[in-house]
T-cell receptor
Framework: QKEVEQNSGPLSVPEGAIASLNCTYS??????FFWYRQYSGKSPELIMS????GDKEDGRFTAQLNKASQYVSLLIRDSQPSDSATYLC???????????FGTGTRLKVLA | DAGVIQSPRHEVTEMGQEVTLRCKPI?????LFWYRQTMMRGLELLIY????????DSGMPEDRFSAKMPNASFSTLKIQPSEPRDSAVYFC?????????????FGDGTRLSIL
C-alpha cells in the first residue's frame, strides 16, 4: 500500500516567520511531487511541483525534495495570515498517472 | 482560460434518488480524475480516465457509483441509489497526459448532501 504521511497539525506560526511543512512517502520510485493549498470550503489549489532532488523556489515558497530519505517539504517564508489553510502533499504513484494524497497539514498564521 | 468546471455546486437530495455530477475538464487536458473528500477519509481518488478511457476505477466504493466520459470535454459521475454516507464534496480534476504525472487542476467541487 503506497502511503503519504503528513502531520495533521495545526501548525501555528507567528506572522512573518517561516512555516515548514513536511511529508514522507513510501513509494521509493515516485518521480513527481506536488503541494496543494486548500482553504476551508474551497478546492485544492496547486502551489508547487517538484521532480528533482534539491530545492525549488517560487516567490515565498520553497519546495525541497530528498528522494533518498523519501521526504518532501514546503517552506513558506514571511508567513501571512492569508497563508492559513490546509496544505496537501501529493505524490505521483509510480507506473500510473494518479496521485497519492496525504491527509494534509493545517497551518495557522497568527497575526 | 477557463478552469475545470463542475456542476452543480451544491446538491441536496433524499436517500434513494439518483445523483448525477458533471465535469468539463480544461481544454486540451486528456486525463480526468474524480475525487471524493470527507473529514474522516480525506481526499480519495474514485476513478480516472486517460483519453476518455477509464484506466483505474479501484476507488469506486460500490456498484452504486458509475462514471462515464463520452468525449474529451465532458464527464459524469452517477450515484444510484444514493445513501446518506455518500454525502461529501466531490471534485473533478484534469491534467495533461504526458511523460508521467503532471499537475492536476481541480474544479470548485460539488457539495453533496443525501438526507
Amino acid at each position: 500500500q503506497k502511503e503519504v504521511e503528513q502531520n495533521s497539525g495545526p501548525l501555528s506560526v507567528p506572522e512573518g516567520a517561516i512555516a515548514s511543512l513536511n511529508c514522507t512517502y513510501s513509494d521509493r520510485v515516485s518521480q513527481s511531487f506536488f503541494w496543494y493549498r486548500q482553504y476551508s470550503g474551497k478546492s485544492p489549489e496547486l502551489i508547487m511541483s517538484i521532480y528533482s532532488n534539491g530545492d525549488k523556489e517560487d516567490g515565498r515558497f520553497t519546495a525541497q525534495l530528498n528522494k533518498a530519505s523519501q521526504y518532501v517539504s514546503l517552506l513558506i517564508r514571511d508567513s501571512q495570515p492569508s497563508d492559513s489553510a490546509t496544505y496537501l502533499c501529493a505524490v505521483g504513484a509510480s507506473g500510473t498517472y494518479k496521485y497519492i494524497f496525504g491527509t494534509g497539514t493545517r497551518l495557522k498564521v497568527l497575526a | 482560460d477557463a478552469g475545470v468546471i463542475q456542476s452543480p455546486r451544491h446538491e441536496v437530495t433524499e436517500m434513494g434518488q439518483e445523483v448525477t455530477l458533471r465535469c468539463k475538464p480544461i481544454s486540451g487536458h486528456n486525463s480526468l480524475f474524480w475525487y471524493r473528500q470527507t473529514m474522516m477519509r480525506g481526499l480519495e481518488l474514485l476513478i480516472y480516465f486517460n483519453n476518455n478511457v477509464p484506466i483505474d476505477d479501484s476507488g469506486m466504493p460500490e456498484d452504486r457509483f458509475s462514471a462515464k466520459m463520452p468525449n474529451a470535454s465532458f464527464s459524469t459521475l452517477k450515484i444510484q441509489p444514493s445513501e446518506p454516507r455518500d454525502s461529501a464534496v466531490y471534485f473533478c480534476a484534469s491534467s495533461l497526459l504526458w511523460g508521467g504525472n503532471q499537475p492536476q487542476h481541480f474544479g470548485d467541487g460539488t457539495r453533496l448532501s443525501i438526507l
